[in-house]
């Protein structure tokens, strides 16, 4: 006989309309199995599959990319370098196409359609005004499947502030250039870029008018279910309190940043409008929202994430690593070594808030592994070289194991022209979530099992 666990997997402490999900505690029963198996008892808690997905724009040098070597002995390249301490827990996939990111008729507008057919494997439609149309993503496929399990069946998150309307690419809406994920073939899912906002749709289930007079109050969520924790630390052994006491401090430093950058005067940045309430900091607003994104997971709001870390097309300078150009004017450097070497600058930070992510996901422990271990984070772009526009041979990088069924610590090369859309399918079946077709897809990815 297997004895009742003391606590739920889904246990919420509530005070004021505030509900803090609780993350995997020893108490909640042991963690068994890589997805939720419907026909297992119910006080045996299966580990629960995360996805992510990580969208940098304007290609990658690939020549800096690309790994020398192939299998479990490649080496990590220039801009892979900041992963390498994760090296065992990631593989690169090499080979892979997005091909409705290509014209395919239609004209220019590669930056546009390479977001919008991303996680979706669709051509978008040609269209500034209100017709728009990509197909189904990826992520929505696998919240439908787990809509039922957590709070929130996706987050959709970026650091880039995107209009739903108008022309930003030859032609094309700019809700393709800012907008990854898609509920419906006509039905584009806006990504947050105010941490506030997403902290506040994460733990708070209170109507907008109780919400502001407790921000007027300026308290913390976590003070309106102190009596809720006091009560459970009582059936808790020693290592669940101190996780306990570590997932509350991670809450309360997130909501200590967010009042930071609140306060912090406006920094005014060359084509770059900050929107209110977002931290002045580019690194502190990814760092932000990639912590936010591990909290969601730790505590089991939601499976599904999907973090654009700047739109497709992005002329955003990064003075701060001392390349003040735009992003999208050097990614068309003509073969010019000066303004490729800053690229590689861009590239290599963008890969650095990877290797933070990954880093807070493997540093926390969950049953018989990490946070890590129980997801599968794609991080990459529907570009390949920015110069070209090409979009086949893209910079994908696949990290965790999926709950054990994925092999990573390899360079995997594919044949050219194999739809990026067969990954998709390989994640989706990792949570039990099984389709023909999705997009462009020919069939489910093979070689990641190893």
């Known amino acids: ?17 505030i509900a803090v999900a609780l993350p995997y505690l020893e108490a909640m029963g042991p963690l068994r199995a890589w997805t939720e198996n419907e026909s297992a008892p119910n006080d045996i ?12 724009p304007n290609g990658i040098n690939m020549d800096d990319w690309t790994p020398t070597g192939d299998g479990p002995n490649f080496e990590c390249s220039p801009i892979l370098k900041p992963l390498e301490a994760h090296k065992s827990k990631f593989n690169i996939l090499t080979g892979l ?86 509920r419906s073939a006509t039905q584009p899912l806006p990504k947050e870029v105010d941490p506030k ?26 003070d309106f279910v102190r009596e809720d924790s006091k009560s459970l630390s009582g059936k808790l052994g020693s290592n669940d309190v101190r996780k306990l006491d570590e997932y509350f401090s991670s809450v309360r430093d997130i909501e200590l940043r967010i009042e930071r950058a609140e306060k912090m005067p406006p920094v005014k940045r060359p084509e770059y409008a900050v929107p209110t309430g977002v931290p002045k900091d580019y690194a502190e607003h990814l760092k932000l929202m990639a912590d ?3 909290l969601a997971f730790q505590a089991d709001v939601t ?71 129980h997801s599968m984070v794609v991080y990459g772009s529907g570009n390949s ?22 092999a990573t610590g390899r360079h995997i090369r594919y044949p050219k022209e194999t739809p990026l859309n067969n990954l998709w399918l390989a994640l989706l079946e990792r949570i039990e979530c099984r389709i023909d077709r999705l997009g462009d897809s020919t069939g489910v990815l093979s070689g990641l099992n190893g």
């Not at 808690?45 to 940098?56: D, E, W």
Request: glycine share 10%.
């Open 385 to 406: 070289d920015g110069n070209r526009h090409n979009h086949d041979d893209l910079p994908i990088l696949l990290a965790g194991s999926g709950c054990g069924t994925i």
């Open 97 to 182: 196409t997005a091909d409705k990111a290509r014209a395919n008729g239609d004209g220019g507008g590669d930056h546009a359609r390479a977001l919008a057919s991303f996680l979706t494997g669709c051509q978008a439609r040609k269209t500034d005004g209100t017709n728009i149309r990509a197909g189904v993503s990826v992520d929505q496929v696998a919240a439908a499947q787990l809509a039922d399990r957590t709070r929130l069946p996706s987050l959709e998150i970026g650091c880039e502030q995107g209009s739903m309307a108008g022309n930003c690419d030859s032609g094309y809406s700019c809700v393709y250039s800012s907008t990854m994920a898609w």
């Open 1 to 17: 006989m297997i004895p009742k666990p003391a606590l739920s997997r889904r246990t919420l402490l509530r005070g004021l309309g």
């Open 292 to 294: 936010l994104m591990v």
């Open 197 to 222: 906002v997403v902290f506040e749709r994460m733990f708070s289930s209170e109507p907008d008018a109780v919400r502001v007079q407790r921000d007027r109050k300026r308290r913390s969520i976590l």
């Open 303 to 373: 499976r599904v994430c999907t973090y654009v870390l700047a739109n497709e097309g992005s002329n955003r300078g990064y003075g701060s690593i001392g390349v003040p150009e735009g992003h999208h004017d050097l990614s068309h450097h003509g073969n010019d070594q000066a303004k490729k070497d800053k690229i590689r600058q861009i590239n290599t930070f963008h890969v650095q808030q990877l290797a933070y992510l990954l880093d807070r996901l493997n540093s926390i422990p969950e049953g018989e592994g990490t946070l890590l271990d």
């Open 45 to 56: 808690k299966m580990t629960p599959n995360r996805m992510a997905f990580l969208y940098v």
